[in-house]
Nanobody
Framework: VQLQASGGGSVQPGGSLTLSCAAS????????MGWYRQAPGKQRELVAT???????KYVDSVKGRFTISRDNARNLVYLQMNSLKPEDKAVYYC?????????????WGQGTQVTVSS
């Protein structure tokens, strides 16, 4: 598998979800990995990144609510999402990230839908 995200679902505002991403070793190894999301009618945006050394960065809108992590032995990336808001509704994707050029490195794989509504 190249990139396959899973774990999405439908939750109420304030709820939590944990997303998982399985990546091929060629994409994952020694790479910065990130979670992107694309809401209806909007461009895809990068919301969180993690280096192979586990340094993390977040877009302001998710700081304090989302936590990105990775399992280097299993080529997995996670996104723990707490205190979810309706504006977090989107399809979430993972990918390797070129931080210098601010672009994804791999082809897009399967995303996972997150819906937040009461």
């Amino acid at each position: 598998v190249q990139l396959q995200a899973s774990g999405g679902g439908s939750v109420q505002p304030g709820g939590s979800l944990t997303l998982s991403c399985a990546a091929s070793e060629s994409i994952f190894r020694r790479k910065v990995m990130g979670w992107y999301r694309q809401a209806p009618g909007k461009q895809r945006e990068l919301v969180a990144t993690i280096t192979s050394g586990r340094n993390t960065k977040y877009v302001d809108s998710v700081k304090g609510r989302f936590t990105i992590s990775r399992d280097n032995a299993r080529n997995l990336v996670y996104l723990q999402m707490n205190s979810l808001k309706p504006e977090d509704k989107a399809v979430y994707y993972c990918n390797a990230v070129d931080l210098i050029r601010d672009r994804p490195l791999g082809s897009w794989g399967q995303g996972t839908q997150v819906t937040v509504s009461s």
